[in-house]
């Protein structure tokens, strides 16, 4: 029965789309982290003297600080947003494909 069931989903065009949105939404997320990570990791590694920029005239802090601030705030929200739309949209879109299969 189980195995059926998973058969009809499999084969329903609309859990073919959600995996295909789902999968494409991640994929762009995922670029984004590795752009914001490993951006940061390379102005560490090639230019330090950047990131040891004072922010200011009589300033102490550097400006590599914040950035790395920025990093942390970055991906908080880039996981809040993945997170709400996978609660409503996606966890909505998969339900509904369910109830088709189990009629």
Do not use: C, H
Not at 13 to 36: C, D, E, G, H, T
Not at 40 to 68: E, R, W
Request: proline letters at 2%; hydrophobic letters at 50%; charged letters at 20%.
């Amino acid at each position: 029965m189980a195995q059926e069931i998973w058969e009809r989903i499999r084969a329903n065009p609309k859990f073919q789309k959600l995996v295909s949105k789902r999968n494409n939404y991640s994929i762009v997320m995922s670029i984004l982290m590795i752009i914001a990570y490993y951006g940061y990791i390379l102005l560490v590694a090639f230019d330090k003297s950047f990131l040891a920029t004072k922010m200011g005239s009589g300033m102490v802090m550097s400006i590599g600080i914040p950035m790395g601030v920025g990093v942390i705030l970055f991906t908080i929200i880039l996981t809040w947003i993945y997170v709400r739309r996978a609660n409503t949209e996606f966890d909505a879109d998969a339900e509904e494909i369910i109830k088709e299969a189990t009629k």
